[in-house]
């Protein structure tokens, strides 16, 4: 009999650990899904620590706390020293956001600090407030080992002058697929004619996997003669990653082959002579590149 009961025990045991942990994980999800941002202090904790699918729930609810989460974001980055990878812009976005004289002179510290990511958020954030006047030349940090969000900065700002540094920097093999992304699409965004060979180049390019990026940016510049280069590049096993150009393809052709490269020839080969870049297609994909990633 005594025996029964210990084992009944041990099952209630292990029946009570499992619903125990089934709430905590639940708990966790939630927390990652819906973070909690009903006061200054969990909305700033969210912007900073929560996964970076759904972070940026919290940017608005922080801007619309105003100055009073200010003392909440530095305690929850120790004071901006534990920033990453995505808390970086959230920061950026919220200092921008609030736009207030406080705001706005933590944003100058940071820019002013020699941590990496401290410093990009100074920088984005300035850009974003229309407070960032510093020229672009060799050295200059906003062109220095070139990222997305820098890319994006150049785009907002709109120094074409900054094109020969996004131009060399498509050639480092370091950078990863939205890095390239981005940096192409700032290229398309800033106008510059001089772009359209290296891009072109980069759509040739069967090594390249940010295809969407190149197509878009040429697209942006008003460059027919990315459709068949793009069409040429459709395979029926084509990377996925590679195969985000044919959506912007449909978008700007209003077909829709997917990946079916004989039906796009025989479709350009009928539309060739009269096709036009669809105005709205070039403003879309503009939006887009002016978007903070």
């Known amino acids: 009999m005594a025996k029964r009961l210990s084992v009944a025990t041990v099952i209630i045991c292990m ?6 942990s089934a709430s905590r994980l639940i708990s966790i999800v939630r927390h ?3 973070p909690n941002v009903s006061s200054p202090a969990s909305a700033a904790n969210a912007a900073i620590h929560v996964p ?7 940017v608005g609810p922080c801007i619309a706390y105003g100055d009073a989460v200010l003392p909440y974001l530095e305690a929850e980055s120790s004071n901006y020293t534990q920033l990453y990878h995505g808390s970086h812009r959230n920061v950026a ?10 705001s706005l002179a933590v944003l100058r510290e940071l820019y002013s600090r020699d941590q990496l990511w401290a410093k990009e958020a100074g920088m984005l954030g300035l850009v974003l407030c229309g407070q960032f006047n510093e020229p672009v030349h060799e050295g200059a940090f906003i062109v220095q ?3 997305e969000v820098k890319a ?3 785009a907002l700002l709109d120094r074409k002058e900054a094109v020969p540094f ?6 480092s093999s370091k950078r990863d697929f939205w890095a390239h992304t981005k940096i192409m699409e700032a290229l398309g965004a800033l106008g510059d004619q001089t772009s359209i060979e290296p891009l072109r180049n980069y759509l040739h390019d069967k090594t390249v996997f ?5 197509f878009r940016a040429l697209i942006m510049l008003g460059d027919r003669d990315a459709i068949p280069i793009t069409i040429k590049r459709i395979e029926p096993d084509m990377d996925d990653s590679q195969a985000l150009v044919i959506p912007s393809l449909e978008l700007v052709t209003r077909q829709n082959f997917g990946r079916d490269r004989e039906d796009w020839q025989r479709w350009w080969q009928g539309a060739q002579t009269s096709f036009r870049i669809p105005p709205e297609a070039i403003e879309t994909f503009r939006k887009d590149a002016l978007r903070v990633p």
Do not use: H
């Open 15 to 20: 029946a009570v650990a499992v619903v125990y």
């Open 32 to 34: 990652d899904m819906f």
């Open 52 to 58: 970076e699918f759904n972070k940026k729930v919290a």
């Open 93 to 102: 976005l919220i200092l921008s956001g609030i736009d207030s004289p406080k």
């Open 145 to 147: 080992d070139i990222d």
């Open 152 to 154: 994006t900065a150049l």
């Open 166 to 171: 996004l131009i060399s920097s498509l050639q």
């Open 210 to 214: 940010a295809l969407d990026g190149a």
